[in-house]
Every structure is written in C-alpha cells, then in structure tokens.
C-alpha cells in the first residue's frame, strides 16, 4: 500500500532538515506506534522497513522502544511468520 501525506513547506522544514526524507520517518513513526500498540510484531516491522528481524529490534531500541514480553504464541507466531516468508523467497 503507498500512503501519500501532504504537509505545509513551514512544518515539513520544522520536522526535518533540507533533504531529510520525512517519508521514511513517517514510516519508522507508524513502525513504532504500531509495535507499541501490539499491533505489528518484529516481523511486520522488518518487511515494513526491509530490515531484517535483527536489526528491526536494533531499530525499535535505538528508538527507546522496549522489546515485548514475549509469550510462546507470540514466538510461535513470529517463527510460523519467517518460515512462509522464506519459503516463499527460496522458490
């Protein structure tokens, strides 16, 4: 899905400096708000920002977002996750 944000000049120049790519970190902010909210998983969040699973947790704690307390379902889950996703890249 491509989302497109239009934004006065005067806010976009207070949100970033010249050049700065305010789409990407537009993504990282619903990135984060999302896994806070329990919302979207690490894997979720690496295919959102084409990171892998590691440096997606890298990610979330360079932005002082806590890693979840994961339960077994929830690691279950996330393996069932990579597991089709690389099933589906090996082929």
Not at 37 to 49: D, F, P, R, T, V
Not at 61 to 71: E, K
């Amino acid at each position: 899905m491509e989302v497109t944000l239009h934004s006065p000049d005067e806010v976009a120049k207070q949100l970033g400096p010249e050049g700065s790519d305010l789409s990407r970190q537009a993504l990282e902010a619903l990135a984060i708000e999302g896994y806070r909210k329990q919302i979207l998983g690490l894997y979720e969040i690496s295919q959102m920002l084409g990171l892998s699973r590691i440096e997606a947790g890298d990610f979330l704690g360079h932005n002082q977002v806590p890693l979840a307390d994961l339960t077994v379902a929830d690691l279950d889950r996330e393996a069932a996750l990579y597991e089709a996703a690389a099933r589906r890249h090996s082929r």
